[in-house]
């Protein structure tokens, strides 16, 4: 993985904990898979494209304010890279959480735009979902 993406990476987070949009778009294909882990309830498990991207983080926002995520690590897996987030929120009914969360992210060969990504509750079913991504040629999920 590139020191450009691991860069990248860590943007699209402070973009997220500042609420700016315009800097993860650019950074996601128009036509960018997102597939959940299901660790949050009233959430779709998948979301596709830009504006599925935007009605993911309106549902996130509702659920749970404030919401920061930090990097924890960040793994290349071959073509893929695994991160753990940590996830650090106030829910509706005054719920805090503090874990950490992982992600699998697959970037287009071509333009290096983010074109799917998954989420996972521990870091063993993710790097399982990276490697089946990588021996079947399939997008993670």
Avoid: C
Wanted: aromatic letters at 12%; zero cysteines.
């Amino acid at each position: 993985m590139t020191d450009e993406r691991v860069e990248r990476f860590r943007r699209g987070l402070e973009a997220w904990n500042d609420g700016n949009f315009d800097v993860i778009l650019e950074q996601l294909d128009p036509d960018v898979q997102i597939h959940l882990s299901g660790a949050f309830p009233g959430l779709e498990r998948e979301y596709r494209g830009h504006e599925g991207f935007l009605a993911f983080w309106r549902e996130m926002g509702d659920m749970w304010h404030p919401l920061q995520m930090e990097a924890r690590e960040i793994e290349p897996v071959g073509d893929l890279v695994l991160t753990g987030v940590n996830f650090k929120a106030t829910g509706r009914n005054g719920i805090q959480v503090d874990r950490t969360f992982y992600f699998v992210w697959q970037f287009d060969a071509t333009s290096d735009k983010v074109i799917a990504y998954s989420s996972h509750q521990d870091r063993e079913s993710a790097l399982e979902a990276a490697q089946t991504a990588r021996e079947k040629g399939e997008l993670p999920a």
